[in-house]
């Protein structure tokens, strides 16, 4: 249903650093339903695929890195104002700027390497998520 999910990853520096299951802890506490998941690695067209948005950025070519380093956890989350309220979870895009007890707050390093990507808006959310999962991947 519309305004029922987001998609997330959790990103190469988080998961190198161990926080996969602390992550997932905050997303199922704070009410997420998870509804399709994988362990997985982006590929470099997958990923500048992924942030096109962001080409014509000055950091694009260091977010194409970042993100391709290594594994990542993708996934679908539901709950009522999905893509808002897991916004609100994660924190700002800068982890200095981010609110305490957030997400970023907790377990990202910089504004580049931030732990977790979160969809911002309910159509990119349908897209990000169709972009990771098939529909029989999703429950
Ligand atoms: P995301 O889309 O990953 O959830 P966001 O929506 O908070 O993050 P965006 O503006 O969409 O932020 O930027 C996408 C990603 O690009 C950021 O999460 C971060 O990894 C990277 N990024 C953004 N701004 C910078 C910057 N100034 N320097 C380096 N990397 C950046
Ligand atoms: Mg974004």
Redesign the pocket.
């Known amino acids: 249903m519309t305004g029922n999910r987001t998609f997330t990853m959790i990103k190469p520096d988080a998961v190198e650093n161990g926080h996969i299951g602390a992550i997932l802890e905050k997303i199922t506490a704070a009410g997420f339903k998870i509804v399709a998941m994988k362990y997985t690695q982006l590929s470099k067209r997958d990923a500048e695929e992924f942030?096109a948005v962001?080409k014509e950025r000055p950091?694009f070519g260091?977010?194409v890195q970042f993100m391709t380093r290594g594994p990542i956890v993708s996934a679908i989350l539901e709950k009522d104002n999905a893509v808002d309220d897991f916004r609100a979870l994660i924190g700002a895009?800068n982890p200095d700027e981010a609110a305490e007890g957030t997400i970023r707050k907790l377990f990202a390093t910089s504004?580049?390497e931030?732990a977790v990507?979160?969809s911002?808006s309910d159509e990119n959310a349908a897209i990000e998520g169709a972009f990771h999962f098939s529909g029989r991947e999703v429950f």
């Open positions: 942030y962001h950091f260091e977010l895009t504004i580049g931030n990507h979160g911002d």
